[in-house]
């Protein structure tokens, strides 16, 4: 059974840092594309980065590009995301979701097959 288990949620304050983790069970986060996306109320779920699989390739959303940082360590079958310069506009829930498409873009939710249950990012003084 695939579970994808987001963390490191929080409050934070604009100009902030936080770093999520996506930890993967029922499957090997290296052999899949994963990516991070987000949804703020009312608005559609978005792409914010994705990590290819194997070679790594990473890709973000223009909004996020320079600030956010996706990685994947291997060893703990995890993949994380760097938000550095966080401004209010990036407040939302942020998911992790597994086996889609990476290739030279973010991608879009209905590519992917695995989703973890998001976790809650606010951005406010």
């Known amino acids: 059974q695939v579970q994808l288990v987001e963390s490191g949620g929080g409050l934070v304050q604009p100009g902030g840092s936080l770093r999520l983790s996506c930890a993967a069970s029922g499957l090997t986060l290296d052999y899949y594309a994963i990516g991070w996306f987000r949804q703020a109320p009312g608005k559609e779920r978005e792409g914010v980065s994705c990590i290819s699989s194997s070679v790594g390739s990473t890709y973000y959303a223009d909004s996020v590009k320079g600030r956010f940082t996706i990685s994947r360590d291997n060893a703990k079958n995890t993949v994380y995301l760097q938000m550095n310069s966080l401004k209010p506009e990036d407040t939302a829930v942020y998911y992790c979701?597994?086996?889609?498409?990476?290739?030279?873009?973010?991608?879009?939710?209905?590519?992917?097959?695995?989703w973890g249950q998001g976790t809650q990012v606010t951005v406010s003084s």
């Open positions: 979701a597994a086996n889609g498409l990476c290739k030279g873009r973010v991608g879009v939710p209905y590519e992917y097959d695995y």
